[in-house]
């Protein structure tokens, strides 16, 4: 794909981000998440199913989209909380390049989390179904999507916590997470 093409889809995809910016939670669940293998920033392949048996919270942002950019603290934060309760974040951005990822770090900070890659490959957000940005998603510890949040509004990050909280809890196996 060259650069005009990418550039192209980037202003498209952002114009979308800003347009859709709802912060709507989407009752769309599927029984099982698609597996997927991109690389993170040192290269290491990162697979999804190698993650079963934990809550795992998929970040799909990208350097260009304002509402991504303002949900970082607020994933740093669940990264940091949720952490020693085994819950993973991967932070899946999306067509930049990997110095344009590194860049947008050294300016806004680490995630806090293992920051992956798609670059040209649209595949692992057309298998997710993400259509604006910033979009997350969070998969279970038996690895079924149950809740996805689209969008970056303003109460997103309280029910991404929430949602979060109840898969961890002790009671989570009993429970099945509402958004």
Request: proline share 4%; glycine share 6%.
């Amino acid at each position: 794909m060259n650069q005009l093409t990418r550039l192209a889809i980037k202003l498209v995809l952002c114009i979308l981000c800003l347009a859709c910016n709802s912060g709507q939670a989407t009752s769309h669940v599927t029984p099982v998440a698609p597996d997927f293998a991109l690389r993170n920033l040192d290269g290491d392949v990162v697979r999804l199913s190698s993650f079963r048996g934990h809550t795992v919270v998929l970040d799909f942002w990208a350097s260009w989209c304002p509402p991504c950019i303002a949900q970082v603290p607020s994933m740093r934060r669940l990264t940091d909380k949720y952490k020693h309760q085994g819950v993973i974040v991967l932070d899946i951005n999306v067509l930049d390049e990997q110095k344009i990822v590194q860049e947008f770090i050294a300016a806004h900070g680490h995630f806090g989390s293992d920051v992956l890659l798609t670059l040209t490959d649209e595949s692992t957000m057309s298998a997710f179904g993400v259509e604006q940005f910033p979009s997350t998603i969070i998969v279970d510890k038996g690895g079924r999507i149950v809740a996805r949040y689209s969008g970056g509004g303003p109460d997103d990050f309280a029910r991404i916590e929430a949602t979060v909280s109840r898969l961890t809890s002790p009671l989570s196996s009993r429970r099945v997470a509402k958004n």
